[in-house]
Structure formats: structure tokens, C-alpha cells
């Protein structure tokens, strides 16, 4: 079996910054994606930034210039570096990966969700 588990969620000032981390572990043998969501409030999951194949990033327009999703393989943890936030950014943030175990099956996990809420 395998798992993801974020953390790195708070309350930030508006303009601060936050690193939420996401932690893959079980029987591992890759990760093939691994993308960002969140959810604020009332509306729908959506994506924020996203990982797929090698180092090869995308984001979301709103958070493009303000937030860097990298990840160390090595430790199977990705991580989303925010910065400027913005009470918009006030959600659930959860990630959700593409995980190939050792004996060959791939899984689409999510984790928890880690709360992310910025005062203004």
C-alpha cells in the first residue's frame, strides 16, 4: 500500500508564505505525476500546479509568479513554496499522485488536505 501526507498548512498575514510538503510512502517504486489542488469554500476542487513525466511544471494563472512546486525523488516528497499569498488562496490544499509500487501497480492517491487560510 502506499499514502500520501501533507502538511505545512496555517494562517498567514496577507503577502506572507507558506511550504506545504506532501510525503509519499509505502512500497515504492516511482512516482509518475503529482499534482496540487485545492478547495476553497463553496466551490470545486481545482487544480493549482502540476508535475508530470520529469521536472516539467505547470500552474494555475492565478498563483503563476507566486507559488514553486519542486520535489525531492530521492525522498518521494514534493513540496509547494507560496509566497505573496493572497486571501483568495484561503483552501483545503491537498495533492494527488500517480504512484507505481514495487510489484508493478499504480496508484492514484490523494492525501488529506493540509488547511491553508490567509487574514487580510
Known amino acids: 500500500q502506499v499514502q500520501l501526507v501533507e502538511s505545512g498548512g496555517g494562517l498567514v498575514h496577507a503577502g506572507g508564505s507558506l511550504r506545504l510538503s506532501c510525503v509519499a510512502s509505502?512500497?515504492?517504486?516511482?512516482?509518475?505525476?503529482l499534482g496540487w489542488y485545492r478547495q476553497a469554500p463553496g466551490k470545486q476542487r481545482k487544480w493549482v500546479a502540476r508535475?508530470?513525466?520529469?521536472?516539467?511544471?505547470e500552474y494555475e494563472d492565478s498563483v503563476k509568479g507566486r507559488f514553486t512546486m519542486s520535489m525531492e525523488r530521492a525522498k518521494n516528497t514534493a513540496f509547494l513554496q507560496m509566497n505573496s499569498l493572497e486571501p483568495e488562496d484561503t483552501a483545503v490544499y491537498s495533492c494527488?499522485?500517480?504512484?507505481?509500487?514495487?510489484?508493478?501497480?499504480?496508484?492514484?492517491?490523494w492525501g488529506q488536505g493540509t488547511q491553508v487560510t490567509v487574514s487580510s
Open positions: 494527488n499522485a500517480q504512484i507505481r509500487s514495487t510489484d508493478n501497480w499504480t496508484y492514484n492517491k
Open positions: 509505502g512500497s515504492i517504486s516511482s512516482i509518475d505525476g
Open positions: 508535475m508530470k513525466g520529469g521536472s516539467s511544471v
